[in-house]
């Protein structure tokens, strides 16, 4: 884990808030300089803690109306079953997250997004049911999001 000042954790709330900030306003934004402040962001980046930068699109505005999270269990638990299902489920764009869970029934957790009700059972029915090793789905549908946030928490990390 890296050693983070108050500084560090103020540069990361306001790169999480908006990525694309210039350095000059990121540096008025916490007080600090723009050469130190692009000297410690160049820090955190080389160090692996900042990945990269993204930009985030409104679903909706593009057509992709209905998310679903889907529970996939497998039929054996080996490591040839999982690598295959993971290399598979890479392949699909409208899988948005997918991770290997504990304390369910299911072995695997999958965020979907998709246009609607006929493109999700396409993709149930002729992909995610077809993949090698998939045993039983069961889909909940996204009514609302109460919170959608890629924000980490930072308030306690680094702080001695």
């Known amino acids: 884990m890296l050693e983070l000042d108050k500084l560090d954790r103020k540069i990361l709330a306001e790169l999480q808030k908006q990525g694309d900030i210039s350095n000059l306003e990121l540096a008025e934004r916490i007080g600090l300089s723009p050469t130190p402040c692009a000297r410690r ?11 990269g930068q993204v930009t985030l699109l ?7 109306k209905l998310s679903a ?12 079953r999982f690598e295959r299902f993971e290399s598979e489920i890479l392949k699909h764009p409208e899988v948005l997250e997918c991770l290997l869970i504990t304390g369910q029934s299911a072995d695997y ?3 979907v997004v998709v246009s609607d009700m006929d493109e999700y059972q396409e993709f ?3 992909t995610l049911t077809r993949i090698e090793g ?8 996204i009514m609302r999001k109460v919170l959608d946030t890629t924000a980490l928490p ?7």
């Open 58 to 64: 409104e679903p909706a505005m593009l057509g992709l």
């Open 134 to 141: 998939v045993a039983d789905v069961h889909s909940s549908f």
């Open 124 to 126: 149930l029915l002729n």
């Open 69 to 80: 999270l889907v529970q996939v269990s497998m039929d054996r638990h080996t490591p040839d």
């Open 41 to 51: 962001v160049k820090r955190m980046q080389d160090e692996g803690l900042i990945l």
């Open 109 to 111: 957790q999958l965020k």
């Open 154 to 160: 930072l308030k306690h990390i680094g702080a001695h």
